[in-house]
């Protein structure tokens, strides 16, 4: 008699599982259902309201799903996959979402099916393997300082962002500022650091066409003393400090008894003479311009500004990096350790600028800057703020390119080549695998369609006359122009994309997908405040009901 009542619990929990699964699939669809509208370059801008009450006005897939409070641990996880995206390549965060999102929905007749999740997993597995070699298959090695292809690509990268109105300013930017901190790290390999050695200052005022990349940086700081130290000079020997300029405090508390009223002199002056002394450290150096991220007392400020010298304090420790990086100096923490190579003279030009209201300084026209500023001007904060995103995307976009530089075809060509290559390998894919395989090519389209949607066309007879090009696999640069909607050839309309963003896209998608098709139950490990003297809480393993009846997406 046991039997029939083992075989019903399992039953049980099998059905359990899948409603976990379904609400999974369910709150993951809808994450990508809200940033469907956003890809292309005829796609929509969305409007966010921030808890502060300010606003948020982008078609950055991960600048909205950032500011999205979501309840559903599921859809918290698609949103990790733009945020795994934009740091890993920093382009692909709307794509990503997209075919992670149709990737689980086919999976969902699976699910009702009673395949095995391990199963469906395995077949998206070999397809992201198959999927992959098809891109190395197409990909067009290119050469990165070649300037006019650089710009194309860039162009066709952020063709879909906001300011794609704007021509080439953004590309140009990115292009200039990525080729300017790249540096060669042997074996024919380049380095580029957006993130420590490229600062984008947004200045409201002026023009978007104003924007420049300095051949230097430049920094929110005005000099120490405004009446007395230089604001302009030509060729300045720099030194850059770690290390206050005024007397240091005891650690502990000191006492010290004053028996005489020279006794209090004493002190003063032997403070005056540590001050001093290191003054003199520095000057015998002869700089033009000293910068330290620490204090600088008034009695050094006196001693240098007598000796011509100009003085900057409290400068960030990104900012002084930066600078060292651009005029050849070396941060030093000790002034009695100072040498002639830690002086910086690589720098053209030191000048103090007032732009608006504030007072902002310039190290400028260095000979060989291995980091730079990129000046933002522009009408509005917002407008600014959508312009920085889009060239964060742009340079992002060009430092792939100079560290491998392979392009595959835009539009969603490469998506329809996969797919088309992938349905025809599924027939020689053996067992109860080759049906998920399958559906797994055919959630590839995702990218192509939702293209189509979005410029207004009619989507089934595109799909159906771009599925019938690539049915063959022969004309794998046939894709979408999404201006227009029309069926062309790629590599005639230059849209393009990074093989690395791509590669990424396919990787992360289908691997996110997998982990919450394995995923049998939600257990929740937060604990409820109870009323005063209640007995201890227990964990609550949710059932199916509260999975369905989890609010997915804030009203």
């Known amino acids: 008699m046991q039997a029939p009542v083992l075989v019903l619990k399992d039953s049980l929990k099998r059905e359990s599982g899948t409603k976990v699964h379904h609400a999974n699939i369910q709150a993951s669809k809808a994450v990508a259902d809200i940033i469907r509208t956003t890809l292309g370059p005829r796609s929509m801008l969305k409007m966010l309201l921030d808890a502060s009450g300010g ?13 999205l409070d979501i309840a559903h641990p599921a859809a918290k996880s698609m949103i990790e996959l733009s945020r795994t995206q934009d740091e890993e390549v920093g382009d692909g965060t709307t794509s990503v979402i997209i075919l992670a999102g149709e990737m689980l929905h086919v ?13 469906i997993c395995r077949a998206y597995n070999k397809a992201l393997e198959d999927a992959i070699a098809v891109l190395d298959k197409i990909a067009m090695v290119i050469d990165p300082h070649d300037r ?33 901190v790249g540096v060669d790290i042997g074996q024919g390999l380049r380095d580029v650091d957006i993130k420590n050695y490229i600062k984008v200052e947004k200045v409201p005022g002026g023009q978007l066409e104003d924007s420049r990349v300095l051949k230097g940086v430049m920094f929110n700081k005005d000099v120490v003393a405004p009446g007395k130290m230089r604001r302009k000079i030509v060729n300045p020997r720099i030194i850059l400090l770690d290390s206050p300029l005024e007397y240091k405090k005891g650690e502990n508390q000191t006492n010290a008894e004053l028996l005489k009223e020279e006794d209090w002199n004493l002190l003063l002056r032997m403070e005056e003479e540590y001050i001093e002394e290191i003054c003199m450290q520095i000057l015998k150096f002869k700089p033009d311009l000293v910068i330290t991220e620490k204090g600088l007392s008034d009695l050094a400020c006196h001693y ?38 830690d002086v910086g003279t690589g720098a053209g030009l030191f000048e103090v600028k007032k732009i608006g209201d504030e007072f902002f300084a310039f190290v400028v026209d260095c000979k060989d800057p291995k980091a ?14 959508e312009v920085e995103r889009n060239l964060q995307d742009a340079m992002s976009v060009a430092r792939n390119i100079i560290k491998n530089p392979k392009l595959v075809p835009g539009g969603g060509a490469t998506e329809l080549t996969v797919s088309a290559t992938l349905k025809q390998k599924s027939s020689s894919v ?10 797994a090519a055919i959630a590839f389209e ?16 595109t799909m159906t006359a771009l599925q019938g090009k690539h049915a063959n696999g022969e004309n794998a640069w046939v894709g979408i122009d999404g201006n227009t909607g029309a069926i062309t050839d790629m590599k005639e309309c ?44 227990k964990s609550k393993i949710e059932t199916e009901a509260d999975a369905d009846s989890e609010q997915i997406l804030p009203d």
């Open 304 to 341: 240098l500004s007598k000796h011509g010298v100009t003085a900057i304090r409290r400068l960030r420790k990104t900012d002084n990096n930066r600078i060292a990086r651009a005029c050849g100096a070396v941060i030093v923490n000790r002034p009695d350790e100072l040498q002639e190579s």
């Open 446 to 461: 995702a990218i192509p369609r939702t293209l189509a949607q979005n410029c207004g066309i009619n989507v089934i007879r």
């Open 148 to 180: 006019t292809t650089m710009l194309g690509l860039v162009k066709s990268c952020i063709g879909t962002k906001f300011t794609s109105q704007f021509g080439d300013l953004i590309a140009d930017l990115a292009i200039d500022a990525t080729s300017t």
């Open 55 to 67: 606003i948020v006005v982008t078609n950055d897939g991960n600048a909205i799903l950032r500011e």
């Open 494 to 537: 230059k849209i393009w994309d990074a093989y690395n963003v791509k590669a990424q896209t396919f990787k992360t998608a289908i691997e996110a997908a997998c982990m919450l098709l394995r995923i049998d139950d939600i257990v929740s490990g937060i604990k409820k405040k109870q009323a005063p003297g209640a007995g201890p809480s």
């Open 107 to 119: 999976a969902e007749a699976f699910i009702e099916k009673n395949y095995h999740p391990t199963v």
């Open 430 to 439: 053996e067992g109860i695998e080759k049906w998920p395989y399958e559906a």
């Open 372 to 385: 730079c500023t990129v000046l933002l001007r522009g009408a509005s904060k917002d407008l600014l703020n």
